[in-house]
């Protein structure tokens, strides 16, 4: 070799092995790699092919190059080559060959070689006025020794632009590049297979939590396709505040993580109250027992009513009677008061809270002499839930399995693609007046992307038609209550604009809401816009 041929290679060697530890692509630097090995022996064509995991019985056109033809891509539409044939038989193409044989093989003319199976080759030529000669297939081994792909260089060229054969110091120099080229496919494949199983794991413990109770349908799966249309629609936004805000590829996965694990605390919340759909729901719905009392009470009234007629006159008989049959037509509606009260569907009014108080002092002697109560405490105390079916007590412990998912997030070592991943999970219920929780967290405190998964936590839970306690809300329902939010400064309503219109709100409503629920929203007279 000449001098400066020697510091050329020396040269290219350098650049790619600084390409190895500065190119973020891996399919870039194969190619680097690939247009390295032809530049260092002078080819006029280069093609990585690669084994696809989930058939290992094929090579597939990876990376393909040629400069007579001018051919230079990535193909996704070539046919993969057959390494075995049904009755297991090796192929003869020689790409085939590299790889069962796990060696370089080195073919002077192609044309003259009755060893491999060129026909493809000579049909390629025939069709594009080409002349394939010289082969040099070098397999792809991993750390492990297990062949992972072929690189094949077809057609050294001379000084002359004459086709002449691979020369041995080329072969070791390509020989080393395809460890080289071996490496990036094998760290790529690690990398990958750790993301999957992550994600995997992530999507699994979210998955979990759904499945958890029927309360919770789908919200852990859901909220994320909620937050990556909203940060999506950000990126292409002309909103003044976020017209220069651009989430990069690695904020959006970030995001994305995050969402999926936002209400993994969910998952120590007890049961009896993530299913608590009535107020006396716990392990059954109470309401039942009322009804057993109250006809219980009834027959007691009956049966007290006909042991006092033997003393009675015709006249007290009647009257007793009347009054025994008014107070069951009481009690009949006392029950239905309850049985609508239990429902939590409105918000209680201070008249309605004194009527259980009322019904709560009803008790009678049984027949064997005990004092029975038509409501308990605990009863009485659940059915003066003002809003919704939970008490004080069971919202805090609803409440805290955000700081459970604190504790369970931050306890993570997270590499730093994925470091906010804590904080944009566990503020979404933070209100930008400083009115949400658990950190009561104000303005700039809460980042964007947390801000982002505030609409898309309430988005979701409004909107959803899977809960056994709720049918999911009109659209316009929802929206005017996320624009009230938006007006009392607990959203975020440059957020909330960029939803209305760039119109995610009613992508994702068609891909997930019941058409009863999909209605027309009025965006003139919606709240919150900006």
């Known amino acids: 070799m ?21 190119e973020k692509d891996h399919v870039k630097l194969l190619d680097r790699i690939i247009i390295g090995c032809m530049n260092l022996t002078n080819a006029d064509g ?62 002077p003319d192609a044309y003259c070689s009755d060893q491999y199976d060129f026909s493809g080759t000579r049909k390629f030529d025939k069709q594009l006025g080409y002349y394939s000669k010289s082969f040099l297939c070098v397999p792809l081994q991993d750390h492990e020794g297990e062949v992972i792909g072929v690189l094949q260089l077809i057609n050294a060229l001379d000084k002359n632009n004459q086709v002449i054969t691979f020369p041995e110091y080329q072969q070791h120099l390509v020989e080393s590049l395809a460890s080289l080229a071996a490496t990036v496919l094998t760290k790529r494949r690690l990398i990958d297979a750790q993301r999957e199983l992550f994600e995997s794991f992530i999507k ?30 950000v990126n292409q936004s002309g909103n003044h505040k976020y017209a220069d805000t651009q989430f990069n590829e690695q904020e959006m996965y970030e995001l994305r993580i995050a969402a999926w694990l936002h209400d993994c605390g969910k998952i ?37 009513h006909y042991r006092s007629l033997p003393g009675l006159s015709a006249d007290e008989a009647k009257q007793a009677e009347l009054q025994m049959v008014s107070q069951c037509r009481t009690l009949d509606d006392d029950i239905a008061f309850l049985k609508q009260s ?19 002092e009803i008790s009678w002697t049984d027949c064997d002499g005990n004092l029975r109560q038509l409501l308990t405490e605990d009863d009485t105390e659940n059915l003066c839930i003002r809003k919704g079916t939970l008490l004080p007590s069971e919202i805090q412990v609803m409440r805290d399995h955000i700081k459970v998912t604190i504790d369970m997030l931050e306890s993570l070592p997270y590499p730093k693609p994925l470091a906010q991943v804590p904080e944009i999970a566990c503020n979404h219920h933070e209100h930008l007046d400083g009115s949400g929780y658990p950190r009561s967290l104000t303005g700039d405190k809460i980042s964007l992307r947390a801000r982002i998964m505030c609409i898309a936590d309430i988005f979701e839970a409004l909107t959803s038609a899977d809960r056994p306690y709720k049918k999911g ?48 929203v009025d965006l003139e007279t919606l709240p919150g816009l900006v």
């Open 268 to 304: 120590t919340t007890p049961e009896h109250i993530i299913d608590k759909a009535t107020k006396l729901h716990s392990m059954f719905d109470r309401i039942e027992l009322l009804e057993s009392r109250t006809r219980e009470y009834k027959l007691q009234l009956q049966l007290n």
């Open 473 to 520: 809300m009109l659209l316009s329902q929802a929206m005017n209550i996320i624009g009230r939010k938006v007006e009392d400064n607990h959203l975020d309503a440059n957020l909330f604009t960029v939803f209305v219109e760039s119109g995610a709100y009613l992508q994702y409503a068609r891909q997930h809401m019941t058409p009863r629920q999909i209605d027309d």
């Open 2 to 22: 000449l001098h400066s041929e020697t510091h050329e290679i020396i040269s290219q060697l350098a650049d790619l092995t600084s390409a190895l530890t500065t």
């Open 46 to 107: 280069g093609t990585l092919y690669t084994v696809d995991g989930e058939n290992a019985n094929e090579l597939h056109f990876s990376i393909l190059h040629n400069r007579s033809l001018d051919i230079h891509q990535k193909p996704r539409n070539m046919p993969a080559v057959k390494i075995y044939n049904a009755q297991k038989q090796a192929s003869k193409l020689v790409a085939a060959q590299a790889f069962v044989q796990q060696k370089t093989i080195n073919i």
């Open 342 to 360: 239990n429902t939590g569907s409105e918000f209680m009014a201070d008249e309605d809270v004194e009527r259980i108080r009322q019904i709560a």
């Open 204 to 233: 699994m413990m979210g998955r979990a939590i759904d499945h958890k109770s029927p309360v919770t349908g789908k919200h852990c799966e859901q909220v994320p396709e909620i937050a990556m249309l909203l940060a999506e629609a």
